[in-house]
């Protein structure tokens, strides 16, 4: 049974930081590449990041030099470090094991004064 396990979300003010964390669990983790989405009320899921299995990285452009995505295999966790935070980074976040189609049951950020 696969099994994705977001947390470290929360309320944050503008420019703050946070880290979320994804344990995953039932696969070979190694192997994968992963990947964070988020969802804003109202608007359509959108890729926010990615890692492959080798631990190359790729951003969209409005994170860009504010996230960071890692990876640890021992730990099998995938981490998203965001800082400078945007009102507009608002959304469920979700971890995704890319081309095997597990998600992870999303985790709110809320960036707001």
């Known amino acids: 049974q696969v099994q994705l396990v977001e947390s470290g979300g929360g309320l944050v003010q503008p420019g703050g930081s946070l880290r979320l964390s994804c344990k995953i669990s039932?696969?070979?983790?190694?192997?994968?590449?992963m990947g964070w989405f988020r969802q804003a009320p109202g608007k359509q899921r959108e890729l926010v990041t990615t890692?492959?299995?080798?631990?190359?990285?790729n951003y969209t452009d409005s994170v860009k030099g504010r996230f960071t995505i890692s990876r640890d295999n021992a730990k099998t966790t995938v981490y998203l470090q965001m800082n400078t935070l945007k009102p507009e980074d608002t959304a469920v976040y979700y971890c995704n094991v890319l081309q095997a189609g597990y998600w992870g049951q999303g985790i709110q950020v809320t960036v707001s004064s």
């Open positions: 890692i492959a299995s080798g631990g190359s990285t």
């Open positions: 039932g696969i070979m983790f190694r192997i994968y590449a």
